[in-house]
């Protein structure tokens, strides 16, 4: 029976507290001796979870953006399958929709309901690693959403 192994990354893979991978290298490289995938599965974005393939040498297919897209590496399957665009060399399948429309309606949200609110989109990106406790270059990772956004009410009432 083929094996596989689908994760999380912030407080699974990465440590809760400052993103580290390293506690979690050990399990990945047996993962990767035994010859079972490790798909990440992440509210992370693309950009994010590229860096973190490339530092624990992890190539199988991606879930970004809480589910928004699956990227999958050229000739990963040996079998056709239908996907929606190529980037970067990754057969992309989307399943969401582009961030682009989710910021069209926060929009309307927010002028028609009178919310106070403020996606990554709206901050920069020290903004972003203040409020996420990102280090500034994965703050500006972070920013680079394609499928969702990350909002932040102002519950204080002002």
């Known amino acids: ?46 950009a994010e979870q590229e860096v973190y393939r490339r530092k624990m ?4 297919p991606f879930i970004v953006e809480n589910g928004g897209a699956i990227f999958i590496p050229s000739n990963y399957f040996p079998f056709p399958f239908s996907y929606h665009k190529i980037v970067g060399g990754l057969l992309v399948i989307e399943l969401g929709i582009p961030c682009d429309e989710i910021k069209k309606v926060l929009g309307k949200v927010k002028e028609e309901g ?29 920013k680079q959403r394609e499928y969702d956004e990350t909002v932040k009410f102002d519950v204080s009432g002002e």
């Not at 912030?10 to 047996?30: F, H, M, P, Q, V």
């Not at 040498?57 to 199988?60: I, S």
């Not at 609110?117 to 500006?140: C, H, P, T, W, Y």
């Open 1 to 46: 029976m083929k094996q596989v192994v689908f994760t999380d990354l912030d407080g699974t893979l990465l440590d809760a507290a400052d993103y580290s991978y390293e506690k979690s290298l050990a399990g990945i490289n047996r993962l990767k001796r035994d010859g079972i995938p490790v798909i990440f599965c992440s509210a992370k974005t693309r």
């Open 114 to 142: 009178g919310f106070q609110l403020r996606g990554f989109g709206d901050m920069s990106a020290e903004e972003v690693a203040r409020e996420s406790g990102l280090d500034l270059e994965s703050a500006k990772l972070a």
């Open 57 to 60: 040498e992890v190539f199988h």
